[in-house]
């Protein structure tokens, strides 16, 4: 079993930024991802960003590519989503997701223009 809790979700202007985090804990996640997805009402889950848990190795949606970068920590507990340059597209709530079967309780990003 997996267990996700993120935070840093908030209020901010378009053109800031916020740092999501997910503290991860359970069983191991060797070579498995641990990524960011979100949701609006009304539409499912996007995949945002992933991260490789063992290498580190991330990949992104075309639409956050450049604007957002996905991290850990050394001591492989908390994955950050760093999101820069927010537009008010980015509005939704967030999800920790990892090993293709656990979420988080989401976290609501709200961006406003």
């Known amino acids: 079993q997996v267990q996700l809790v993120e935070s840093g979700g908030g209020l901010?202007?378009?053109?800031?930024?916020?740092?999501?985090?997910?503290?991860?804990?359970?069983?191991?996640l060797t070579n498995r991802d641990i990524g960011?997805?979100?949701?609006?009402?009304?539409?499912?889950?996007?995949?945002?960003?992933?991260?490789?848990?063992?290498?580190?190795?991330?990949?992104?949606?075309?639409?956050?590519r450049g604007r957002f970068a996905i991290f850990r920590d050394n001591a492989k507990t908390t994955v950050y989503l760093q999101?820069?340059?927010?537009?008010s597209d980015d509005t939704a709530v967030y999800y920790c997701h990892a090993g293709g079967a656990y979420w988080g309780q989401g976290t609501q990003v709200t961006v406003s223009s």
């Open 12 to 28: 901010v202007q378009a053109g800031g930024s916020l740092r999501l985090s997910c503290a991860v804990s359970g069983r191991t």
């Open 36 to 64: 960011w997805f979100r949701q609006t009402p009304g539409k499912e889950r996007a995949f945002v960003a992933a991260i490789t848990w063992s290498d580190g190795n991330a990949r992104y949606a075309d639409h956050v």
């Open 83 to 87: 999101m820069n340059n927010l537009k």
